[in-house]
Nanobody, 123 residues
Framework: QVQLVESGGGLVQAGGSLRLSCAASGRTFSSYAMGWFRQAPGKEREFVAAIMWSSGRPYYADSVKGRFTISRDNAKNTVYLQMVSLKPEDTAIYYC????????????????WGQGTQVTVSS
């Protein structure tokens, strides 16, 4: 089992930047990718980005392409999400997971999520 801890959220103005971190521990060798999802109030959770542990190849939702960058530090078992040019519609709780198909952006887990990290973008 993999334990994940998200951090780095906060309150920023539109156009600002944040960097989220997701530290993984436990059976991380059993996963081949890591991804970020987000859930805004009253909306369903949606895919944001994912990265392959081995190659570092990134995948993005269309809504964040060109603004968000996902990266990983294999030695630290940590994945980052650098977010720039933030918009009010990026406001959500951001969650990371290893149970993501990076090609499709589909979550295949059992709906066991961590506490997430809140990102609030004011206009």
């Amino acid at each position: 089992q993999v334990q994940l801890v998200e951090s780095g959220g906060g309150l920023v103005q539109a156009g600002g930047s944040l960097r989220l971190s997701c530290a993984a521990s436990g059976r991380t060798f059993s996963s081949y990718a890591m991804g970020w999802f987000r859930q805004a109030p009253g909306k369903e959770r949606e895919f944001v980005a994912a990265i392959m542990w081995s190659s570092g190849r990134p995948y993005y939702a269309d809504s964040v392409k060109g603004r968000f960058t996902i990266s990983r530090d294999n030695a630290k078992n940590t994945v980052y999400l650098q977010m720039v040019s933030l918009k009010p519609e990026d406001t959500a709780i951001y969650y990371c997971t290893t149970e993501v198909n990076p090609y499709s952006g589909r979550y295949y887990g059992s709906d066991q999520w961590g506490q997430g990290t809140q990102v609030t973008v004011s206009s």
